[in-house]
């Protein structure tokens, strides 16, 4: 599998658990590596695109534009991992 076709099938799982996070939907408030700037999920302890540990709850002002850009959701970390 290669990475385009993996990721496209990732960004529409995770699109999907943010969108439905109310915490998430209401506030903006959600994990986000702080060296990478990934949008992570909420039990992800370490980054899925660079691997760090310095992932924290942050602020999003627009998570919809955000989500739906897709420029903060790579997972290339967990990608290299798989083969």
Same mark, same amino acid.
């Given at each position: 599998?290669?990475?385009? @076709?993996? +990721?496209?099938?990732?960004?529409? +799982? &995770?699109?999907?658990?943010?969108?439905?996070?109310?915490?998430?939907?209401?506030?903006?408030?959600?994990? +986000?590596? @702080?060296? %990478?700037?990934?949008?992570?999920?909420?039990?992800?302890?370490?980054?899925?695109? %660079?691997?760090? $540990?310095?992932?924290? @709850?942050?602020? +999003?002002?627009?998570?919809?534009?955000?989500?739906? $850009? $897709?420029? &903060?959701?790579?997972?290339?970390?967990?990608?290299?991992?798989? $083969?």
């Amino acid at each position: 599998m290669d990475y385009e @076709q993996w +990721i496209r099938r990732e960004l529409r +799982i &995770r699109r999907k658990f943010l969108r439905d996070s109310l915490v998430v939907r209401e506030s903006g408030i959600c994990r +986000i590596c @702080q060296d %990478c700037q990934e949008i992570c999920l909420c039990h992800e302890e370490t980054c899925p695109n %660079c691997g760090g $540990g310095n992932v924290f @709850q942050g602020r +999003i002002e627009n998570v919809a534009s955000e989500m739906a $850009g $897709g420029e &903060r959701i790579r997972c290339k970390y967990r990608f290299d991992q798989l $083969g």
